[in-house]
């Protein structure tokens, strides 16, 4: 998954980055340098074996909020954020490896803002909270309770996965704070509300919504150039979680992955994950297996999409949601994750974090 805005970042490995604060957001120029907000970057191809990552920047999106983007976006390249009005810092989600978590709290300090109080996970995945461990115990980690489940649960998900990959020292920690429908906090006078939309990407999603600056981190629920992934939540669930966030009239959205866009995004993944359905409609009834489907399907539109692999997970989601399994209910893994291999050309999926 690219990321137009990545251009203008000098290719670094984030655990070597030393660089002062750079200015943010509109206008900004050097490593920082981004659209504007809401503005939908087109994606690139991912970058060529071996090739250096562009390192993550900071975008703001409106006083006192920025996002932390990681490029390309990919497995386990997830975005981040924080929300601040210099006395207190709310951090949204954290990174897949310690070194990049840090890097993260470092550019936090660097714009000039408190050390962290809070932060908020939008899901259970590794990605998205092995670095809560960075920023704890100086501040309180918030989730669903279900995300909170479903991390203790799962543990050291990533070393599973990707076990060559050198995350650091992660030391799993659980929100502490949990929620269930909808709860609000308050960074001095910025509103910002955690809305679970239901099962969709997990079971445990979170919504993070500021009402007055129309801003919502919507976690993987929004991937940007990347295939949407429901494999562990719910297809029925995702489409029903975009509706809702259409209610939310946001202009800009932060998704889990890719670079920063505004609402036009959802159109996209709800025809990807209609087209899904489909396919799972036909190729069930045809008793056909979703690897059979999923290999001979054609992409159409959806082929310019990275990670195109996930369409066999979310098949088996989506057969598993007509045979009448439970949005969210477990399913095999190792079956889900070795389809995708063969769909990678028999090659595990790459993890750069």
């Given at each position: 998954?690219?990321?137009?805005?990545?251009?203008?970042?000098?290719?670094?490995?984030?655990?070597?980055?030393?660089?002062?604060?750079?200015?943010t957001?509109?206008?900004?120029?050097g490593?920082?340098?981004?659209?504007?907000?809401?503005?939908?970057?087109?994606?690139?191809?991912?970058p060529?074996?071996?090739?250096p990552?562009?390192?993550?920047?900071?975008t703001?999106?409106?006083?006192g909020?920025?996002?932390?983007?990681?490029?390309d976006?990919g497995?386990c390249?997830?975005n981040?954020?924080f929300?601040?009005?210099?006395?207190?810092?709310?951090?949204?989600?954290?990174?897949?490896?310690?070194?990049?978590?840090?890097?993260?709290?470092?550019?936090?300090a660097?714009?000039?803002?408190?050390?962290?109080?809070?932060?908020?996970?939008?899901?259970h995945h590794?990605?998205?909270?092995?670095?809560?461990c960075?920023?704890?115990?100086?501040?309180?980690?918030i989730?669903?309770?279900?995300?909170?489940?479903?991390?203790?649960?799962?543990?050291?998900?990533?070393?599973?996965?990707?076990?060559?990959?050198?995350?650091?020292?992660?030391?799993?920690?659980?929100?502490e704070?949990?929620?269930?429908?909808?709860?609000?906090?308050?960074?001095?006078?910025?509103?910002v509300?955690?809305?679970?939309?239901?099962?969709?990407?997990?079971?445990?999603?979170?919504?993070?919504?500021?009402?007055?600056?129309?801003?919502?981190?919507?976690?993987?629920?929004?991937?940007?150039?990347?295939?949407?992934?429901?494999?562990?939540?719910?297809?029925?669930?995702?489409?029903?979680?975009?509706?809702?966030?259409?209610?939310?009239?946001?202009?800009?959205?932060?998704?889990?992955?890719?670079?920063?866009?505004?609402?036009?995004?959802?159109?996209?993944?709800?025809?990807?994950?209609?087209?899904?359905?489909?396919?799972?409609?036909?190729?069930?009834?045809?008793?056909?297996?979703?690897?059979?489907?999923?290999?001979?399907?054609d992409?159409?539109?959806?082929?310019?999409?990275?990670?195109s692999?996930?369409?066999?997970a979310?098949?088996?989601?989506?057969?598993?949601?007509?045979?009448?399994?439970?949005?969210?209910?477990?399913?095999?893994?190792?079956?889900?994750?070795?389809?995708?291999?063969?769909?990678?050309?028999g090659?595990?999926?790459?993890?750069?974090?």
């Open positions: 998954m690219g990321d137009s805005a990545a251009r203008h970042t000098p290719a670094q490995n984030p655990a070597a980055d030393t660089s002062t604060a750079q200015p957001g509109p206008g900004a120029t490593p920082a340098a981004a659209p504007p907000p809401g503005a939908a970057a087109p994606a690139d191809a991912p060529a074996a071996g090739a990552l562009p390192e993550p920047y900071l703001e999106l409106a006083a909020v920025h996002a932390f983007v990681q490029p976006g497995w390249l997830n981040a954020g929300i601040t009005d210099g006395d207190t810092t709310l951090v949204v989600d954290t990174a897949a490896t310690e070194r990049r978590a840090r890097l993260l709290r470092r550019r936090i660097e714009s000039g803002a408190p050390t962290p109080r809070m932060v908020v996970n939008t899901h590794g990605d998205h909270t092995y670095g809560n960075v920023f704890a115990p100086e501040a309180t980690v989730g669903h309770a279900s995300c909170r489940r479903e991390l203790l649960a799962a543990g050291q998900q990533l070393h599973a996965v990707w076990p060559e990959v050198e995350y650091g020292d992660i030391r799993l920690t659980a929100p704070v949990t929620y269930t429908d909808e709860l609000a906090l308050h960074v001095g006078d910025i509103e509300r955690l809305i679970h939309p239901g099962v969709a990407h997990t079971t445990g999603d979170t919504l993070v919504w500021l009402p007055r600056q129309r801003i919502v981190f919507a976690g993987d629920l929004v991937f940007h150039g990347g295939t949407p992934f429901v494999f562990m939540g719910s297809l029925a669930g995702s489409l029903r979680a975009l509706q809702l966030m259409r209610t939310l009239d946001a202009v800009t959205v932060v998704p889990g992955h890719g670079p920063v866009t505004g609402p036009e995004v959802y159109d996209g993944i709800e025809r990807y994950l209609r087209f899904v359905g489909r396919l799972a409609q036909e190729g069930r009834a045809a008793g056909r297996t979703p690897l059979e489907v999923a290999r001979e399907a992409l159409g539109p959806f082929a310019e999409l990275a990670e692999e996930r369409l066999v979310n098949l088996h989601r989506a057969y598993a949601e007509l045979a009448g399994t439970a949005p969210g209910a477990p399913l095999d893994v190792v079956a889900g994750f070795g389809d995708m291999t063969v769909m990678n050309g090659v595990p999926m790459a993890c750069h974090a």
